[in-house]
């Protein structure tokens, strides 16, 4: 199946173990990025699987590769490997090495401790491999991205022509970098 990732727009969840939750922050990140969560399998353009590691990663990996392929066959496939551990600096093999089924187009890791993702490089990593995947990752400076959020607190009656001014600049100079950025993922693929 060819990777054309720009027709994904519809995932479904599907935890091959138990999160406690713990993935609810990579579901809201994608739907920060206008990806949708569906209710059905049947409607999705993706599965994005949740795989909590219990025994041995391949093993697990591969279990729940096998139960999406009997149940849900053909669904492209997003898998993060959950890592269940309190240790921020906890390394982890890359999960990826581990996976060969065709349909599994992302393979990403993460720490997850008591029902929440650790704050660590690894989650980082994770996010930001998920947000490039989609073409999403842009570098927008922090700057202009805390500018923006300043100026969506002033209270109206304080700004006058020159604010909105200067924020239609910011605004303009935000998506210059968004456009830049895409043109650039799109020519690595």
Known sequence: EDRNIDSWKKFFVWEAG?????HFPVVQMLKSIGQTDVTSATECDYLLVFCPVVSRVGTDIGEALHNITRK????PVI????HHTFDPHHVV???RRQVNN?????????????GHLLSC???????????KFFGSEFP???????LISLWQHIPRFCKDESFDHWYCSMLKMKCCFTHMSR?????EK
């Open 18 to 22: 138990k999160t406690n939750g713990a």
């Open 72 to 75: 849900k066959s053909g669904k």
């Open 79 to 82: 898998l993060v490997v959950m």
């Open 93 to 95: 093999a890359e999960s």
């Open 102 to 114: 065709p349909n599994v187009h992302l393979t990403v890791d993460c720490l997850f401790f008591e």
């Open 121 to 131: 490089n690894l989650n980082d990593t994770m996010s930001g491999d998920i947000k």
């Open 140 to 146: 927008v400076p922090v700057l202009i991205h805390n």
């Open 183 to 187: 043109c650039q993922v799109k020519t």
